[in-house]
């Protein structure tokens, strides 16, 4: 059995937060982000050098396999299951996004990706 995040008097919902991309550089930050459930999470991605004006944004939870949430480009555009508590956005120049979770629930848990 693989051991996952302990549960008790530090109960939280536990997100990592990678990149992906096609040739351009992507960063992301925070890193990685420990929230308590009903807590709103931030997390931010920016593209360098990048023709696309497009961003992308994943999660691949414990248990599953890598799941799109949505993009924006000149509008935002989500998956059903993600159209409620997830809100995409990006600056005018499109060259950064952020993805914001609210009322973060233990099903949101997971590695969060950024792609252009």
């Known amino acids: 059995e693989t051991p996952g995040p302990s549960r008790g008097q530090d ?3 536990y997100i ?3 990149g992906l991309s096609l ?3 992507v960063t992301q930050e925070p890193r990685t982000v420990t929230a308590r459930e009903g807590e709103t999470v931030s997390l931010r991605c920016s593209q360098h050098d990048s023709p696309l004006n497009t961003m992308l944004w994943y999660i691949q939870p414990h248990q599953g396999g890598l799941t799109f949430i949505g993009y924006n480009q000149y509008s935002t555009i989500y998956e059903d299951k993600f159209k409620s508590g997830f809100n ?3 600056t005018p120049d499109r ?3 952020t993805l914001e979770i609210s009322n973060m629930n ?3 848990e997971g590695v969060y990706y950024c792609a252009d």
């Open 95 to 97: 060259m950064n996004s």
């Open 88 to 90: 995409i956005t990006k």
């Open 106 to 108: 233990p099903t949101q």
């Open 23 to 25: 040739g351009a550089l």
């Open 16 to 18: 990592v937060f990678a």
């Open 11 to 13: 109960d939280g919902c």
